[in-house]
């Protein structure tokens, strides 16, 4: 699978996990200097308190377009160290 927003390959891997239709990309396999943290969280009820990144490729921003659990619950243990893209980013 690969994440692309504004005509880049910003995460790419075979080991993700589909929740809810989202794929979850390993932690790892996100370009990181796309990263930049957000103060931005939401609560799931069952998967727990997600925290957000805005992504910066080519000197464009995406508020929030990613998100993650840094401690989801038991329900959601799979997704630990991974995170999910939203906001225009494709996922194909």
Known sequence: MKAIWNNQII???DQT???EGNH???LESVKPEVLKPS???STCPWKGVASYYSLEVDGKENK???WYYPAPKDAAKNITGRLAFWKGVKVE
Do not use: I, N, W
Request: proline share 7%; aromatic share 14%.
């Open 39 to 41: 103060s931005t969280t």
């Open 17 to 19: 996990v589909v929740v």
């Open 11 to 13: 995460a790419e891997s």
């Open 24 to 26: 979850y990309f390993p």
């Open 64 to 66: 929030d377009a990613a």
